[in-house]
């Protein structure tokens, strides 16, 4: 069931039932492009009419990752179950790759910062087969970074390049495979090597993960401006 907020479909469903549904599509090795969209992905869609077509016809599921969005589906009276962000389901799917010895490929972040993430998999999920990784810098129009992969087959590819770079990227590679789990997961191997801490369990409990954030990064706060815009145009709705 789709929940639409500000024209971006969302899956309505819990974390269970995502890793449920993806286990199954990667046994029957059906391609899968997953996106997990902010407020901050909503806004720049509604104003990028390519990123907008891509969250329309090319992502086979679209999550709700950040607490704005479950908001906003309250506001609107079409209530999503919960939040869904990509870091949790990148652990989610590595515990499944290491139960099933299942492939991965990673790409994105700095240098050291993937060989750290790259070192901790090797350690603590000896079963899962990492078959490569690299940095997220890169030029999109490089196809040598499509074709490694490619060569590889992967279950799964984990791209943390940032939006919208990371979900072109594996848009024009979800072309190119004929199997493979494709996600987005921007700061994610940041946070997985720990350079960058997530912020404590009662924060996000209550709700303040983004506060944290802003608080260590204060250069997000630009970023940041566009949640009360976000909340406005959900106002908006509301009245019309
Ligand atoms: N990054 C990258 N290539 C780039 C730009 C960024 O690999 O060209 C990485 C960066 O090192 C960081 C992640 O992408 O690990 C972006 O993290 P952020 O928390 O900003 O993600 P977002 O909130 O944009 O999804």
């Known amino acids: 069931m789709k929940i639409n907020i500000l024209d971006v479909p969302f899956d309505n469903y819990t974390e269970t039932e995502f890793i ?49 969005v479950i908001k906003a589906s309250n506001m609107l009276n079409t209530p999503l179950k919960e939040r869904v962000t990509g870091y949790d389901l990148f652990l989610r799917l590595l515990a499944l790759a290491e139960q099933k010895e299942l492939s991965i490929y990673l790409v994105g972040a700095k240098q050291e910062v993937i060989d750290v993430a790259a070192q901790k998999i090797r350690d603590e999920y000896p079963h899962v087969k990492l078959v490569g990784y690299r940095n997220g810098y890169f030029d999109l129009e490089d196809r040598t970074v499509q074709d490694a992969i490619i060569e590889q087959k992967p279950d799964m590819v984990f791209a943390a390049l940032g939006f919208p770079r990371q979900e072109y990227f ?8 004929d199997k493979g789990y494709l996600m987005g997961i921007g700061g994610s191997f940041d946070v997985f090597s720990g350079t960058t801490k997530r912020a404590p369990v009662w924060m996000q409990n209550l709700h303040l993960e983004w506060f944290y954030r802003l608080v260590k990064e204060p250069t997000r706060f630009k970023r940041m401006l566009v949640l009360p815009q976000f909340i406005q145009e959900i106002k908006k709705l509301r009245k019309g």
């Open 20 to 68: 449920d549904l993806f286990q199954k599509r990667i046994e029957q090795q059906e391609k899968t492009l997953v996106v997990t969209a902010n407020p901050e992905i909503v806004m720049y869609a509604k104003d990028h009419p390519d990123y907008q077509e891509l969250l329309l016809t090319e992502a086979d599921f679209i999550t709700a990752d950040g607490i704005g």
């Open 170 to 177: 594996l848009k024009s590679l979800k072309v190119k495979l």
